[in-house]
């Protein structure tokens, strides 16, 4: 009897392992299919005679947001914004291709590793949050794209993973890689975090929507860094 119960047990878990297989194969991982149509536009145009993009603005929610709250921003200075809510810097690295390269631009700037602090796909070293980013930016150079590193926006703590605590010193830390490496390869490195921070290296108050995501004012700061990052006059 125990035998046959330890039988349909196995076959149980198997079926639940193929079953969990199956809704993960029809899953986006990477988020190809969410700018699929627009992109196929932007190139369609190009074709047509239409300029190149200035700017592909690479991201999570941040950039998302951003592209939602302040369109003009983009449409007037000829940019792009490309952020997915809720993806890691491994994820951007997977759609770098389609998402950027496809799109013929000048600058491409990267805006990675909130997400992976907060661990939204598991535990990931800082140090391969880094690579992640320094291998789009590799990519991007080969292509004849100019790499711009974002840092990454203060932050005391995320919301949605209140379990890990402060994690604002790690952001730091990962801010000053990414700083060092865009100047050892002469890349421009946009600062967003002393611009933003409160006095405990969290997103100010008056510039958030929370503690993670800025509100237009605080967009409207990050877009006169990068207007003066990008030598566009206004």
Known sequence: MKK?????????????????????????WAGFSRYAKSNEEVIAAQKAGAKKPLAVFMGDSITDAWAFDDPSFFADNNFI???????????????????VLDLNPKYVLIL??????????????????YGNIVSMCEIAKLHKVKPVICSI?????FGWRKQLGDRSND???????????AAKNHFKYIDYHSAL???????????????????LFGYQIMEKIVLEALKIKK
């Open 153 to 157: 926006i203060p932050a005391s703590s």
């Open 112 to 129: 990675a590793g909130t997400n992976d602090l907060a661990q939204n796909n598991g535990p990931i070293a800082i140090e391969d949050t």
């Open 4 to 28: 046959t119960i330890s039988v349909i047990a196995a076959f149980c878990l198997i079926g639940a392992a193929l079953a969990g297989q199956a809704k993960a194969q029809e899953r986006d």
């Open 81 to 99: 914004g490309r952020g997915i809510s809720g993806q890691t810097s491994s994820e951007m690295l997977v759609r770098f291709r389609k998402d």
């Open 197 to 215: 921070k409160d006095e405990v290296n969290g997103l100010q108050t008056a510039l958030g929507k929370d503690d993670v995501h800025p509100n």
């Open 171 to 181: 952001i730091i830390t990962l801010n000053n890689m990414l700083k060092a490496y």
